[in-house]
C-alpha cells in the first residue's frame, strides 16, 4: 500500500475489511463449533435414554393388550403367550410336581381330593402370576415414561440453548456490522481531512493563512 491509499483512506478501509472478514470468520467458526458440540451430546444423551424410552412403549403396548385396550384378538394373543412363556411354565410345573410328590406320599396321587387340590392350585398360580406380570409391566412402562419426561426436558433445554445461541451470534454479527459501518465512515473522512489539512499548510506558507493580503500581517 502506497502512500497515496494511506493519504486517501482508501489502505485504512482495506484493513477495516480484512479484519471484519477475519472476525466474521473466526465467529462463524465458533458459532458452528459450539452448536456441533451442543448436537454431539444432545445425540449421546438421547441414546443412553433410548433404551428405556423402546421398553416402556414395549412395556405399554404388551400391558393394553393384556387389559383388552387393543382389542379382543390382541388380549388373547398375549394370554396365549403368557401361559406358554417358559418361566410361566417353568414355575407351575415345579408346583405340580410339588403337589404330586404330596399327595404320592400320601398314597393318594389320582384321588379326587389331589385332583381338586391341583385344580386350585393352577387357578390361584395363574391369578397370582398375572397380577405380577401386570405389577412388573407397570414398573417398565413408569420406568419409560420418566425416560420420556428427560428426554423432552432434554430436548426443550438444548432448544433454549441454541436459540439462545442463535439470538447471540446474530447480536455479535450486527454489532460488527455497526462497528466496521464506523470505522469506515471514519475512514471515507481520513481523505478529506488531510487534503483540507494540507490545504490549510498551503495557505500558511504562501502568506495567505489569515486570508489577509500577501506578506502583510
Do not use: C, H
Not at 471484519?20 to 444432545?42: F, H, N, P, V
Not at 433404551?51 to 404388551?62: C, F, R, S, V, W
Not at 393352577?122 to 401386570?134: L, P, S
Amino acid at each position: 500500500m502506497g502512500f497515496f491509499d494511506a493519504f486517501t483512506g482508501a489502505a485504512q478501509k482495506k484493513a477495516i475489511n480484512k479484519s471484519s472478514k477475519e472476525a466474521m470468520g473466526q465467529l462463524q467458526t465458533g458459532y458452528d463449533q459450539a452448536r456441533g458440540d451442543i448436537g454431539s451430546y444432545y445425540d449421546q444423551a438421547q441414546g443412553y435414554l433410548s433404551p428405556y424410552l423402546q421398553g416402556g412403549g414395549q412395556a405399554n403396548a404388551l400391558l393394553g393388550n393384556y387389559l383388552g385396550a387393543n382389542g379382543v384378538d390382541a388380549q388373547r394373543t398375549a394370554m396365549a403367550d403368557f401361559q406358554n412363556d417358559p418361566g410361566y411354565q417353568a414355575q407351575f410345573g415345579a408346583g405340580v410336581n410339588a403337589l404330586d410328590r404330596s399327595a404320592t406320599a400320601r398314597g393318594g396321587l389320582y384321588s379326587g381330593a389331589a385332583m381338586k387340590g391341583l385344580q386350585e392350585y393352577g387357578q390361584q398360580f395363574q391369578r397370582q402370576a398375572f397380577n405380577d406380570r401386570i405389577n412388573q409391566l407397570g414398573q417398565f412402562s413408569g420406568q419409560g415414561l420418566q425416560a420420556g419426561g428427560a428426554a423432552a426436558n432434554l430436548a426443550g433445554q438444548t432448544g433454549q440453548t441454541l436459540g439462545g445461541l442463535s439470538y447471540g451470534f446474530g447480536q455479535q454479527q450486527a454489532s460488527n456490522t455497526i462497528n466496521k459501518g464506523n470505522a469506515l465512515a471514519q475512514a471515507s473522512g481520513i481523505g478529506v481531512n488531510n487534503l483540507m489539512n494540507l490545504g490549510g499548510l498551503a495557505l500558511k506558507a504562501t502568506g495567505w493563512g489569515g486570508f489577509g493580503v500577501p506578506g502583510k500581517s
